[in-house]
């Protein structure tokens, strides 16, 4: 069974702040891997889409890597702004079926002015 | 449309009746899915359609649940019987193919609270 887990569960950091979230998977068998941002109250905003057989995405100050290998996948949010405060979900493809997405359970992402 | 549109946003019911949340996908997308968030929590899969058919409900917690896509397009979750554990956000994604090929469109939820 495919688990995912998100470390660290929160952070706090300065504005300005270069910052890595850290994902890992269990089974390397997966189809892709997409980050998203949660804001309070709301719905799933994807961010990036890793396939894989890809390496890395880069959107904006935004840059995702994926070592399927080893089942681990890096966020890194460089300059980082207030407005990025919010949780930040990784989730994992399967293979074979659905395609349903395994979330983990996402890190919450402070940053201060 | 342009994007998932869930409705409604919010729904309390009292326990033991009855609720309907609708699901809205992108035009176009053939894939559908329902996922649930409890609080703290990631989402957790509940049902898959490809087209018209449930390939996938394997996520179902039990036979109180239960979601329909007739034509293809807009799909209804149902819960019979609601107990306080149902309370949660319901979300809905749909994607161009189910392929694995194309990221998902997630809608903004229908936040449940069985009272």
Do not use: M
Request: proline share 4%.
């Amino acid at each position: 069974k495919q688990e995912v887990t998100q470390i660290p569960a929160a952070l706090s950091v300065p504005e300005g702040e270069n910052l890595v979230l850290n994902c890992s998977f269990t089974d390397s068998a997966i189809y892709n891997l997409q980050w998203f941002r949660q804001d309070p109250g709301k719905g799933l905003t994807s961010l990036l889409l890793i396939q894989s057989s890809q390496r890395e995405q880069t959107s904006g100050r935004l840059n995702a890597s994926l070592d399927k290998s080893s089942g681990r996948s890096t966020l890194y949010i460089a300059a980082s702004q207030p407005g990025d405060s919010a949780t930040y979900l990784c989730a994992v493809s399967t293979q074979g079926g659905s395609e349903k997405l395994v979330f983990g359970k996402g890190t919450k992402l402070t940053v201060n002015p | 449309g342009a994007g998932v549109s869930q409705t409604p946003s919010n729904k309390v019911t009292e326990k033991g009746k009855y609720v309907e949340l609708r699901c809205d996908p992108i035009s176009g997308h053939t894939a559908l899915y329902w996922y649930r968030q409890s609080l703290g929590q990631g989402p957790e899969f509940l049902i898959y359609f490809q087209g018209t058919g449930a390939a996938d409900d394997s996520g179902l917690p039990n036979d109180r649940f239960f979601a329909v896509r007739p034509e293809g397009s807009v799909s209804t979750l149902k819960i019979q019987r609601t107990e306080r554990g149902d309370s949660a956000v319901y979300l809905c994604a749909s994607s161009l193919s189910g392929q694995g090929n194309y990221g998902y469109t997630f809608g903004s939820g229908t936040r449940l609270t069985v009272v």
